[in-house]
């Protein structure tokens, strides 16, 4: 394979190695939940809030990059990679692929936020849960 494909692939496999690792810490916290005071939950929850907080920016910034994504993949008809493909219009195919790879890139990128924020949510789920059953 090319060294382009290589790096590529080696990036990826990265990124959803660090994402697993995430799924993964997400699982412990919520299976550690029932040890926990309310005391350290709502700790754990307001820690979780200020890293959201301090990535929402770069979140966001990465959600606008994921539509513009969509719309540029949208605007590129299939013909044309057939005539690119055709014609050997390499330099337009080199590009095609290289948005590719970005937008892979930004879509894991975007599933490591959906589980910090899913962490949040659940965070604040239980601590709701917790104050209800108090106030009984």
Same mark, same amino acid.
């Given at each position: ?54 990535? !929402? ?5 990465? *959600?606008? !990059? ?6 540029? !993949? ?13 014609? *050997? ?5 080199? *590009? ?19 589980? &910090?924020?899913? &962490? &949040?949510a659940t ?11 108090a106030? *009984?």
């Amino acid at each position: 394979m090319s060294t382009a494909i290589d790096n590529f692939t080696q990036q990826l496999h990265d990124n959803l190695e660090a994402l697993e690792d995430r799924a993964k810490s997400l699982k412990q916290n919520i299976q550690s939940v029932p040890e926990k005071t309310q005391a350290e939950i709502q700790s754990t929850l307001d820690s979780a809030k200020t890293n959201l907080n301090t990535k !929402k920016q770069e979140f966001d910034d990465y *959600r606008a !990059k994921l539509k513009t994504q969509l719309e540029e !993949k949208e605007s590129e008809v299939m013909s044309n990679i057939e005539e690119w493909k055709a014609n *050997r219009e390499a330099e337009k195919l080199e *590009r095609r692929a290289d948005k590719a790879e970005d937008h892979a890139a930004t879509v894991t990128f975007l599933a490591m936020a959906a589980i &910090e924020e899913a &962490e &949040e949510a659940t965070l604040a789920a239980i601590a709701a849960r917790l104050d209800a059953e108090a106030a *009984r």
